[in-house]
């Protein structure tokens, strides 16, 4: 089995920057071919896709964040990364990573962004 440890969540004013960070134990030697995800979920909405980061490294945005997000991936350390800066109040949600290959899915236990006036 893979566990996914998320960290780098918090409270910060509008205009600020965090670095979320997710890293996998387990079954080390499938992970780089895997594509990773980050997610948000804010209360009474939807889950959402923000970002995502194939096995060959190809990246992917939603709209809302685009030009403000930047995903990446370290293999060596089995660790995907979101960096998000120019942060606004909408932006406040629970991230979630994910990691999967088509046939496992593995998520992360959440980590909460707050984003303040």
């Known amino acids: 089995q893979v566990q996914l440890v998320e960290s780098g969540g918090g409270l910060v004013q509008a205009g600020g920057s965090l670095r979320l960070s997710c890293a996998a134990s387990?079954?080390?030697?499938?992970?780089?071919?895997?594509?990773w995800g980050w997610y948000r979920q804010a209360p009474g909405k939807q889950r959402e896709l923000v970002a995502s980061i194939s096995s060959g490294a190809i990246t992917n945005y939603a709209d809302s964040v685009k030009g403000r997000f930047t995903i990446s991936r370290d293999n060596s350390k089995n660790t995907v990364y979101l960096q998000m800066i120019s942060l606004k109040p909408e932006d406040t949600a629970e991230y979630y990573c994910?990691?999967?290959?088509?046939?496992?899915?593995?998520w992360g236990q959440g980590t909460q962004v707050t984003v303040s006036e």
């Open positions: 994910n990691l999967g290959n088509g046939r496992w899915n593995y």
């Open positions: 387990g079954r080390s030697w499938s992970i780089s071919a895997m594509g």
